[in-house]
């Protein structure tokens, strides 16, 4: 568990708190269940497992609780192939059982539009959107509008000015009476 960002002094505190939530909250997810609890500024994304375990992700409120799950998915999986049931199940385990990927999944997950290819690319339409409404403010002039443009073009047949028209009356606002 990285606890840098909490203070020295406050940091043992902390992680005994969190692990005890973590095992709570591990313990009462049903197999097969995945859920979200959040507290305070903190969001547990849980997954129970039918092999009688379960992830934990502790994330900020802002954390995407999609990725999250994913990546918990993905570590949950790697482990059981790594350690099986049988290595676990009916036996007294000495301390916590080695998974040092764990630590590269932290690292790599820390941005989620790096980690989860759908935020990627999510992020490069949003980017392109912004650019092309840049562009096309830039093409008008000062104070020109669609409208004015439409008015005046002899480019545009009869029929695509009244598409245009009825286009703009759908994507105006409704009122109800």
Known sequence: MDLSSFSRF?????????????KTVAER??????????????????????????????SDADYPALVAHQLLSKIVDEFLVK????????KEIGGPL?????????????????ADSIM?????????????????????ERGEKIDSLVA???????QSKMFYGQAKKQNSCCVVM
């Open 120 to 140: 990627k690319i999510q992020k490069e339409l949003d980017e392109t959107k912004i650019v092309l409404h840049k562009t096309i403010e830039s093409v008008l």
């Open 10 to 22: 406050t940091r043992d505190n902390y992680g005994e708190f969190m692990t005890l939530f973590c």
């Open 83 to 90: 350690h099986p049931r049988t290595s676990f199940i009916g």
């Open 29 to 58: 997810t049903r197999p097969g269940q995945r859920q979200d609890i959040e507290e305070k500024s903190y969001t547990f994304h849980v997954y129970g497992r039918s092999e009688g375990i379960a992830g934990v992700i502790i």
């Open 98 to 114: 080695d998974f040092p990927e764990l630590k590269e999944y932290i690292v790599k997950y820390q941005d989620p539009t790096q």
């Open 152 to 158: 005046k073009s002899d480019g545009l047949s009869a």
